[in-house]
Nanobody, 114 residues
Framework: VQLQACGGGLVQAGGSLRLSCAAS????????MAWHRQAPGKQREMVAT???????KYADSVKGRFTISRDNAKNTVYLQMNNVNPEDTAVYYC?????????WGQGTLVTVSS
């Protein structure tokens, strides 16, 4: 299984960014997917999860601003980030949830300037 995340970069507060994570080597449509993030000096935390049926879950800190979605035809999960603020600065990781052990992408850095 390989997860390739991209889309990070520098964005101003109040702006938007879309992250993508392409999966290969697995039947994507049957998997639950998630985005996590790790800010400097902090623990990694869940940002958003999308289950194989399409149900979503969000951290309270991003509700109403971030949207997770998936395109099973493209084996890709997205994170649309709107109205970002400096507290959203972190390395963002996509994760494929698996009962025998989760798979992680390499991370993509998002920096929000004030």
């Amino acid at each position: 299984v390989q997860l390739q995340a991209c889309g990070g970069g520098l964005v101003q507060a109040g702006g938007s960014l879309r992250l993508s994570c392409a999966a290969s080597g697995v039947t994507f449509s049957s998997r639950h997917m998630a985005w996590h993030r790790q800010a400097p000096g902090k623990q990694r935390e869940m940002v958003a999860t999308i289950y194989n049926g399409g149900t979503t879950k969000y951290a309270d800190s991003v509700k109403g601003r971030f949207t997770i979605s998936r395109d099973n035809a493209k084996n890709t999960v997205y994170l649309q980030m709107n109205n970002v603020n400096p507290e959203d600065t972190a390395v963002y990781y996509c994760k494929m949830i698996h009962v025998r052990g989760d798979y992680w992408g390499q991370g993509t850095l998002v920096t929000v300037s004030s």
